[in-house]
């Protein structure tokens, strides 16, 4: 089953239509709404994004063009000092190889969704910066983004070619429009737990064989009863529940999706009718009820991670499983030692294949130095290595096996800068492998892609631009419900069939309607 598995997986994210909801080659189909209604002005008026580009790019003896990009990082924002060292060790390389210089920009998971929001909406000059595949369909209808089709061919070859097929470069795509490209990283999620393996330890309990909640459920009346003062769970506060799969086909906020047996359905549901999300929202409650969730979660901003670092909370759930998940997230809570335990198989989405892309937005003064850019770092073992693990000699040394390591009498509580953070960068696959890693640690992580249950509508995104009135009023109810929902700060049997009977007077099921139909338009095709 997985060797069928991995050879569907390998012919999906090779074929042609990879994330098209319709046809890619037509010039119809790769316009956002707003360039539709930009049809009726005259000719003369018109000047496209490509004419634009190559103008600003036309002088090559121009005063070196400074790349603003920023970064979406999990916990904490390295120090101003040390990202400006390694900024201008960058700076060096790039004005040397493309007479452009960067500035660097960092910040967390806990602001970032607010924080680039109102920059795009603004119009604000970065020129490169992290987006989130599920909120980029609504920001390509919005005029945020840049196409980044021609540009890819054009001033792209790197970025097209570090991939294993073209296609899955441009995956990130609604109706032809190229949002971004996908960071290199393993295309699958998994339902996951982590535990704090010194309270593990403390109380000998074996993990081994938990599987489900229910099992989880039970090791915390264990350790609740020998630390009354410890939450039980750090839950995440902006994000999806983590204890089920689902294909949120590829937008947000999610409302109709396909869950269960993802493999074989293309049946759109409510997310929030689901037995997965009610049973999801019944044990957060339950735990929250126990004291064993931070009894101010409806309002906190705060990751969980730092809560599992200051000893505060036992456990998290995560939907990364794969090879590096444990030393990664590790790293994210201050080098806390974990234990990993899967509680589901790994699925490939759309979502999760693309998740976290590299886009342009509008407001950039030059995409095409951008995109130049962007190729750079992309196919660069030196510029990845500066932004991921600092500069040789002063944050690691390299050592006799070839892989990098701290400098002696340097550890993660006293390097300068180490982000260790490859999977939300550009290609870490072109970086050098940490030591605790191990030199084949990229091929591990691509033989785990091969491992994934692959849904049946890998490849499509929906298009929210025919409802989009709708769309919008459901976002303030999902605002307004989910988040305490989801982390268990209110009973579910009360408030889970107030939010449903909010979002279908806001025309949920116009959604769900139009979801459906352009899955069987996808399936047609």
């Not at 994210?332 to 294949?353: A, K, Y």
């Not at 995409?367 to 962007?374: D, E, G, Q, R, T």
């Not at 870490?428 to 605790?436: D, E, M």
């Amino acid at each position: 089953m997985k060797k069928l598995t991995a050879l569907v997986l390998v012919f999906l994210l090779a074929s042609a239509t990879l994330l098209g909801c319709g046809s890619q080659g037509g010039s119809d189909a790769s316009k956002t709404t707003a360039s539709k209604e930009a049809e009726s002005q005259s000719q003369e008026e018109k000047t496209t994004e490509s004419e634009k580009t190559d103008e600003a790019s036309s002088d090559e003896s121009e005063t070196p063009y400074n790349v603003r990009m920023i970064f979406c990082i999990p916990n904490e924002v390295p120090d101003k000092a040390a990202v400006q060292r390694i900024n201008d060790a960058m700076n060096k390389i790039t004005l040397r190889d493309l007479n452009m210089t960067v500035s660097l920009e960092f910040t967390t998971f806990a602001t970032y969704n607010d924080q680039i929001t109102l920059a795009l909406s603004s119009g604000e000059d970065y020129d490169l910066f992290t987006s989130i595949a599920s909120r980029c369909p609504s920001w390509v209808n919005s005029g945020y983004l840049v196409d980044l089709k021609n540009l890819l061919n054009e001033y792209g070859q790197g970025v097209l070619s570090s991939y294993s097929s073209p296609d899955i470069a441009t995956a990130p795509q609604v109706n032809g429009f190229v949002y971004g490209v996908p960071v290199h990283k393993e295309i699958a999620m998994q339902p996951t737990i982590f535990f704090r393996t010194d309270i593990l330890e403390k109380y000998n309990i074996d993990v081994s064989k938990v599987a489900s909640i229910e099992d989880v459920n039970a090791i915390y009346e264990k350790v609740a009863e020998k630390e009354p003062d410890m939450w039980m769970v750090a839950p995440e506060v902006g994000g999806n529940a983590k204890a089920y799969s689902f294909d949120s086909l590829g937008t947000s906020p999610v409302l109709g999706v396909t869950i269960g047996d993802i493999a074989n359905s293309t049946t759109v549901v409510p997310l929030y009718e689901t037995d997965e999300f009610k049973n999801w929202c019944k044990w957060a409650h339950t735990w929250y009820e126990k004291g064993w969730i931070n009894p101010g979660v409806a309002s906190d901003t705060e990751s969980y991670y730092s809560y599992i670092q200051s000893g505060q909370a036992f456990s998290f759930f995560s939907d990364y499983g794969h090879p590096l998940s444990e030393a990664d997230q590790e790293k994210n809570c201050g080098n806390t030692d974990l234990t990993m335990v899967t509680i589901g198989e790994p699925f490939c989405t759309t979502n999760t294949s693309a998740v976290f892309c590299y886009s342009i937005p509008s407001g950039s003064k030059d995409p095409v130095k951008a995109m130049k850019m962007l190729n750079y770092l992309m196919t660069s073992t030196e510029m990845m290595n500066l932004l991921n693990w600092g500069e040789e000699g002063v944050d690691y040394v390299v050592n006799s096996d070839g892989l990098l390591d701290y400098p002696e009498g340097v550890d993660t509580n006293t390097v300068g800068y180490h982000l260790g953070a490859g999977w939300i960068l550009p290609n870490q696959f072109v970086c050098t492998p940490w030591a605790s890693d191990g030199k084949d640690i990229y091929e591990k992580v691509a033989k785990y892609n091969t491992t994934a249950v692959v849904s049946k509508l890998l490849g499509f995104v929906f298009d929210p631009s025919p409802v989009a009135d709708e769309v919008a009023a459901c976002q303030v109810i999902v605002d307004t419900y989910y988040k305490s929902l989801q982390t268990g700060a209110v009973d579910p049997d009360e408030y889970l069939p107030q939010f449903m009977d909010e979002l279908k007077t806001a025309g949920m099921q116009a959604i769900l309607d139009e979801e459906q139909r352009q899955i069987d338009e996808f399936l047609k095709k």
